[in-house]
């Protein structure tokens, strides 16, 4: 099914601008009708793997993604899990794309499917009180302002995964 | 916590670095780091297997129970 995605959306595609030009009788309104969401999904699909985009993606002004960030402690030190966190990535489904060490920042992102074009979940360690560790995760859709609940469940997946890394 | 992992002392007393543990007993240096401070929130029997007979040593010589403020008042 995965494969015949491209085709399907294609076709769709063009059934749809037909169906515009048809009713609108000018074929380039029916064109920029598509122009503008497709540009959007490929910037996003872009520039969806570097951290340095990650503005573009959380800013309050990208009303057309949907955003949900939540934050867990750690007794475990900043610099210890910003390693922990790149091994508990590697055992789970998500794909770590990038990271800075300086910033204590990583960036995952989920596979697209039939369903999604996938999400990117933003993880940021900070210093906390008493020697403990801030995690902040904010995971965000890439095209879409309503996830189904896939950010929480991104969330929810990356945290028990970090639990359960903790038993060695 | 009141279990302390004394994993630094015991690699102290075999002269080990944790880099050699980790490649001898198979578990990365970042777990054995976060065991070393204690910060784990459970030992598999596996591993505390594979540490004991790397450092030849007993369970007892790398877990200790030390009683934390709350549990002294009891």
Excluded at chain 1, 52 to 70: A, D, I, T
Excluded at chain 2, 15 to 38: A, F, H, P, W, Y
Excluded at chain 2, 41 to 50: D, E, P, V, Y
Aim: aromatic share 12%.
């Amino acid at each position: 099914m995965k494969h015949k995605l491209p085709f399907l959306i294609s076709i769709s595609c063009f059934l749809l601008y037909k169906l515009l030009q048809y009713s609108t009788g000018n074929r380039y309104i029916a064109l920029l009708v598509f122009l503008i969401p497709i540009t959007v999904l490929l910037i996003n699909m872009i520039l969806r793997k570097k951290l340095r985009y990650k503005s573009w993606f959380l800013s309050k002004h990208s009303f057309f993604l949907e955003k949900k960030s939540s934050t867990f402690t750690s007794a475990i030190s900043k610099e210890l899990l910003f390693q922990k966190l790149q091994e508990v990535t590697k055992s789970s489904s998500f794909r770590l794309v990038d990271s800075n060490s300086k910033s204590s920042e990583l960036l995952l992102t989920t596979a697209a499917n039939f369903w999604t074009w996938g999400e990117n979940l933003y993880i940021e360690i900070k210093e906390g009180e008493k020697e403990t560790s801030l995690v902040n995760v904010t995971a965000v859709t890439i095209y879409g302002s309503y996830s189904w609940n896939r950010n929480h469940k991104n969330y929810q997946h990356f945290y028990e995964s970090f639990q359960q890394s903790l038993t060695i | 916590m009141a279990i302390v992992v004394n994993l630094d002392v015991m690699l102290a007393k075999r002269k080990m670095q944790l880099k050699e543990l980790s490649e001898t007993v198979g578990i990365s240096v970042v777990n054995l780091s976060i065991l070393k401070q204690s910060k784990g929130k459970a030992i598999r029997f596996s591993t505390l297997n594979a540490i004991c007979v790397a450092l030849h040593c007993q369970p007892g010589d790398l877990l200790e129970f030390v009683p934390d403020e709350t549990q002294k008042r009891l």
